[in-house]
């Protein structure tokens, strides 16, 4: 054959290029070559291939014809290999696109989080294992030999170290056959095989207002496709319970898997116990707190089909599913669900995508669902369900407010009368208390007596706040840590530096003060800071070791303490301060929530709001228990303002160590805007925080009226205004930070 004919630039060649998707920021997939020894790979097949100078691994990409082919097929690099994982199912990689092109994202860049365990793209470390084999002509027999023999399998494989524990003998033993042919060696993967749930454990009887609303989702998992319901209970109705009827559901298929994503997994011990009462093992468990040989394990067995039921946090969406059958997202309205750097998504959102490609029933679960999921389901898009009641005796707790003006605490304590009054009956009956304050720290200021000077990051525009059990001053920005200095900084003054306002920790010495007999526990995640010592001080509580619970928001999420039946919320007003957006949606939740800890069994629970301004709308919804009011003002404030959901708001950050740069590309884009009906440019204007690790941060607000169009407009007007060098800009679709 002459050269010619090899030409690979053929026509009839061209089905030898393939498109990989490589899980970096380029523009889109690479074209690379098939060598013609390999068999054609179906979209979705992980390859390896070369890279400038290195190889990296990618995954075959359905392309749209009319892109791609520039180079010739000759000038492209072949693929080195197929990776001996199943392949992409198709409904992922069209939420890899899906989600890419929503958020302005590179589909690279997407794909990253769905190959995000490197380690589980090669082999798997093996282990050899021994299996009894026929005892060999001549074998010297002793009791250590024979007591191994007898403890070897002939199916079940055993390491060297377990068999010979179990033997009681030493591995030496075990060597000693396996050299003389009495024990098999096999290589058997580290990996071991998850347990599969048991579908044969009764699960809870359930109310009237449960059964319907559980099989209203078991009735759709059975029937297959895509619906998403909004599960709307109220805290302590049950929601767990009813949600799990669906995974029930879902399981009895073989095959298929189901995903539950929660806000924060490290904190859910008790979530992970209740699954296990119900199915007999522990789930999948997914959250970037979990050492790499569990990722791995976790994320091959998604892959292969093997794992049935994960729960993880917002990357959990990302995993490699084969078949999913069901999708839930519990505590849907929890704002940990926004992803703030990387890829800026919205997992409550993307997991109703993905349930749309998976053609899958997905259940957004809360107490005080989003105002997003409120308006789909009051516009049909989504079904409700409702639970009204307390499961079994326990119902809401009462709520009063402390007006702080008339009740206003020394200087320098925070606990009203009236809350240490209602503190000392509940502690006098023998129950716990819980006062909230969503302050991580002692106190949020240091400020210096003599010369005015206040504590700041020098890296950051924030104060350094203090931390007094560690002894040091924390900027909550950029971690920064520092010694509590005894003199003032600025002019040295010893001991005229005092702390301004209140923090968990001071509030716990407060309480100390007040109750000294009392067992205090602070939760904040300075206390909490792995999944097991979460746990413990979970349990304890939960077991009545505690008498105060000194917490911020983490304390909020999902605990059920039988025992406690009094929450002071200590600044009621704290989360309406910034203003933005959703200030008050939010504060409304995360005080439902907290309240919802209180009085969740036989017992009768009581809220004690203390706030300056009593009759604020949040407050007033709180007191009279009239969330749907609430929720309906905020929502026809939004509809006027064309707010979201109605409307719908980019934002886009400048960052960069030069405030001259970072200013004149902001300038360039703001002189780039184009002239729409319906949309506004805001800005640039300094970010509220405007410095951060030492970079100077701008911020522009794109607001349209229109929910549609929005990720086109903001593409071309970015590319209209030429980049600065050395400045940084992030785009967020659908923003809900706005600092
Ligand atoms: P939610 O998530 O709505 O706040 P949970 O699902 O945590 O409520 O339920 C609150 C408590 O009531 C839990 O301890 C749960 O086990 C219990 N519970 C709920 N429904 C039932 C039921 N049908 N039978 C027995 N216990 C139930
Ligand atoms: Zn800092």
Same mark, same amino acid.
């Given at each position: 054959?002459?050269?010619?004919?090899?030409?690979?630039?053929?026509? +009839?060649?061209?089905?030898?290029?393939?498109?990989?998707?490589?899980?970096?920021?380029?523009?889109?997939?690479?074209?690379?070559?098939?060598?013609?020894?390999?068999?054609?790979?179906?979209?979705?097949?992980?390859?390896?291939?070369?890279?400038?100078?290195?190889?990296?691994?990618?995954?075959?990409?359905?392309?749209?014809?009319?892109?791609?082919?520039?180079?010739?097929?000759?000038?492209?690099?072949?693929?080195?290999?197929?990776?001996?994982?199943?392949?992409?199912?198709?409904?992922?990689?069209?939420?890899?696109?899906?989600?890419?092109?929503?958020?302005?994202?590179?589909?690279?860049?997407?794909?990253?989080?769905?190959?995000?365990?490197?380690?589980?793209?090669?082999?798997?470390?093996?282990?050899?294992?021994?299996?009894?084999?026929?005892?060999?002509?001549?074998?010297?027999?002793?009791?250590?030999?024979?007591?191994?023999?007898?403890?070897?399998?002939?199916?079940?494989?055993?390491?060297?170290?377990?068999?010979?524990?179990?033997?009681?003998?030493?591995?030496?033993?075990?060597?000693?056959?396996?050299?003389?042919?009495?024990?098999?060696?096999?290589?058997?993967?580290?990996?071991?095989?998850?347990?599969?749930?048991?579908?044969?454990?009764?699960?809870?009887?359930?109310?009237?207002?449960?059964?319907?609303?559980?099989?209203?989702?078991?009735?759709?998992?059975?029937?297959?496709?895509?619906?998403?319901?909004?599960?709307?209970?109220?805290?302590?109705?049950?929601?767990?319970?009813?949600?799990?009827?669906?995974?029930?559901?879902?399981?009895?298929?073989?095959?298929?898997?189901?995903?539950?994503?929660?806000?924060?997994?490290?904190?859910?011990?008790?979530?992970?116990?209740?699954?296990?009462?119900?199915?007999?093992?522990?789930?999948?468990?997914?959250?970037?707190?979990?050492?790499?040989?569990?990722?791995?394990?976790?994320?091959?067995?998604?892959?292969?089909?093997?794992?049935?039921?994960?729960?993880?946090?917002?990357?959990?969406?990302?995993?490699?599913?084969?078949?999913?059958?069901?999708?839930?997202?519990?505590?849907?309205?929890?704002?940990?669900?926004?992803?703030?750097?990387?890829?800026?998504?919205?997992?409550?959102?993307?997991?109703?995508?993905?349930?749309?490609?998976?053609?899958?029933?997905?259940?957004?679960?809360?107490?005080?669902?989003?105002?997003?999921?409120?308006?789909?389901?009051?516009?049909?898009?989504?079904?409700?369900?409702?639970?009204?009641?307390?499961?079994?005796?326990?119902?809401?707790?009462?709520?009063?407010?402390?007006?702080?003006?008339?009740?206003?605490?020394?200087?320098?304590?925070?606990?009203?009368?009236?809350?240490?009054?209602?503190?000392?009956?509940?502690?006098?009956?023998?129950?716990?208390?819980?006062?909230?304050?969503?302050?991580?720290?002692? %106190?949020?200021?240091?400020? $210096?007596?003599?010369?005015?000077?206040?504590?700041?990051?020098?890296? $950051?525009? %924030?104060?350094?706040?203090?931390?007094?059990?560690?002894?040091?001053?924390?900027?909550?920005?950029?971690?920064?840590?520092?010694?509590?200095?005894?003199?003032?900084?600025? $002019?040295?003054?010893?001991?005229?530096?005092?702390?301004?306002?209140?923090?968990?920790?001071?509030?716990?010495?407060? %309480?100390?003060?007040?109750?000294?007999?009392?067992?205090?526990?602070?939760?904040?995640?300075?206390?909490?800071?792995?999944?097991?010592?979460?746990?413990?001080?979970?349990?304890?509580?939960?077991?009545?070791?505690?008498?105060?619970?000194?917490?911020?928001?983490?304390?909020?999420?999902?605990?059920?303490?039988?025992?406690?039946?009094?929450?002071?919320?200590?600044?009621?007003?704290?989360?309406?301060?910034?203003?933005?957006?959703?200030?008050?949606?939010?504060?409304?939740?995360?005080?439902?929530?907290? %309240?919802?800890?209180?009085?969740?069994?036989?017992?009768?629970?009581?809220?004690?709001?203390?706030?300056?301004?009593?009759?604020?709308?949040?407050?007033?919804?709180?007191? +009279?228990?009239?969330?749907?009011?609430?929720?309906?003002?905020?929502?026809? +404030?939004?509809?006027?303002?064309?707010?979201?959901?109605?409307?719908?708001?980019?934002?886009?950050?400048?960052?960069?160590?030069?405030?001259?740069?970072?200013?004149?590309?902001?300038?360039?884009?703001?002189?780039?805007?184009?002239?729409?009906?319906?949309?506004?440019?805001?800005?640039?204007?300094?970010?509220?925080?405007?410095?951060?690790?030492?970079?100077?941060?701008?911020?522009?607000?794109?607001?349209?009226?229109?929910?549609?169009?929005?990720?086109?407009?903001?593409?071309?007007?970015?590319?209209?205004?030429?980049?600065?060098?050395?400045?940084?800009?992030?785009?967020?679709?659908?923003?809900?930070?706005?600092?």
């Amino acid at each position: 054959m002459n050269q010619q004919a090899m030409d690979l630039g053929e026509p +009839s060649q061209e089905h030898l290029r393939l498109s990989v998707l490589l899980p970096l920021p380029l523009k889109g997939p690479l074209d690379y070559r098939l060598p013609e020894d390999m068999p054609v790979p179906a979209p979705g097949t992980l390859v390896r291939v070369p890279l400038s100078g290195r190889t990296a691994v990618g995954v075959v990409w359905p392309t749209d014809e009319a892109n791609g082919k520039t180079l010739p097929l000759s000038k492209l690099k072949p693929i080195e290999s197929v990776l001996a994982l199943p392949p992409m199912v198709d409904d992922l990689m069209k939420f890899v696109d899906w989600v890419a092109a929503y958020t302005l994202s590179s589909q690279g860049a997407v794909l990253r989080m769905c190959l995000s365990v490197p380690a589980a793209l090669g082999d798997v470390p093996v282990k050899t294992h021994y299996l009894k084999a026929d005892v060999p002509d001549g074998l010297r027999m002793t009791d250590a030999r024979q007591a191994a023999l007898e403890t070897a399998s002939i199916d079940s494989p055993m390491t060297a170290t377990v068999l010979s524990e179990c033997a009681g003998v030493s591995t030496a033993v075990v060597q000693g056959l396996a050299k003389a042919g009495a024990l098999t060696p096999v290589e058997v993967s580290v990996d071991a095989p998850f347990a599969q749930p048991d579908m044969n454990i009764e699960g809870p009887e359930l109310s009237d207002e449960q059964t319907m609303a559980a099989e209203a989702i078991a009735g759709q998992v059975w029937q297959g496709g895509f619906k998403p319901f909004l599960l709307d209970g109220i805290t302590g109705s049950g929601k767990t319970e009813v949600y799990f009827e669906g995974l029930v559901e879902a399981l009895k298929e073989p095959g298929t898997q189901v995903l539950v994503l929660v806000p924060e997994i490290a904190l859910t011990a008790q979530w992970l116990s209740r699954f296990e009462a119900r199915f007999g093992v522990t789930p999948v468990v997914w959250h970037s707190g979990i050492g790499m040989a569990q990722r791995r394990r976790a994320w091959r067995a998604v892959a292969s089909g093997e794992a049935r039921v994960v729960v993880g946090a917002r990357s959990a969406l990302f995993m490699p599913f084969k078949q999913l059958a069901f999708i839930t997202v519990d505590e849907e309205h929890d704002p940990s669900f926004k992803q703030e750097d990387g890829v800026l998504y919205h997992a409550r959102d993307m997991a109703v995508v993905r349930a749309k490609f998976a053609e899958c029933p997905i259940v957004l679960a809360s107490a005080t669902p989003s105002l997003e999921t409120l308006i789909n389901a009051n516009d049909g898009k989504y079904e409700k369900l409702m639970l009204r009641e307390r499961f079994g005796a326990a119902v809401l707790p009462d709520m009063q407010a402390v007006d702080m003006r008339s009740e206003a605490p020394v200087a320098g304590s925070w606990i009203a009368p009236s809350l240490k009054d209602a503190m000392e009956a509940t502690l006098a009956a023998g129950e716990q208390v819980m006062l909230f304050l969503n302050r991580r720290g002692y %106190a949020p200021l240091t400020l $210096c007596r003599t010369c005015g000077h206040r504590v700041e990051c020098p890296n $950051c525009s %924030a104060w350094l706040v203090e931390h007094r059990f560690k002894r040091e001053l924390q900027c909550h920005q950029c971690g920064l840590t520092r010694p509590t200095p005894e003199a003032c900084p600025e $002019c040295n003054t010893e001991d005229a530096l005092v702390a301004c306002g209140p923090g968990a920790e001071r509030l716990f010495e407060e %309480a100390k003060s007040l109750f000294p007999e009392a067992r205090i526990s602070v939760m904040t995640s300075d206390t909490m800071t792995n999944p097991r010592q979460t746990a413990q001080m979970v349990e304890q509580i939960a077991a009545g070791a505690v008498d105060i619970v000194v917490g911020t928001q983490i304390v909020t999420k999902g605990y059920h303490f039988p025992n406690l039946t009094l929450v002071g919320v200590v600044d009621a007003d704290l989360g309406l301060r910034g203003g933005d957006l959703r200030a008050g949606e939010r504060t409304y939740q995360q005080l439902v929530q907290v %309240a919802g800890r209180a009085g969740r069994a036989e017992k009768p629970g009581r809220v004690l709001l203390q706030t300056y301004e009593p009759e604020h709308p949040v407050v007033q919804a709180l007191l +009279s228990g009239d969330g749907d009011t609430f929720m309906q003002a905020e929502r026809d +404030s939004r509809e006027r303002h064309a707010m979201p959901p109605f409307g719908q708001l980019a934002a886009l950050v400048l960052s960069g160590p030069e405030l001259r740069d970072v200013l004149e590309y902001g300038r360039r884009l703001a002189a780039a805007a184009p002239a729409l009906e319906g949309v506004q440019f805001l800005g640039p204007a300094p970010a509220p925080l405007a410095r951060i690790r030492g970079l100077h941060r701008m911020r522009m607000l794109v607001h349209s009226a229109k929910r549609s169009g929005l990720q086109r407009l903001v593409r071309e007007w970015v590319r209209a205004a030429k980049p600065e060098r050395g400045v940084k800009l992030k785009i967020d679709i659908d923003p809900h930070s706005f600092l």
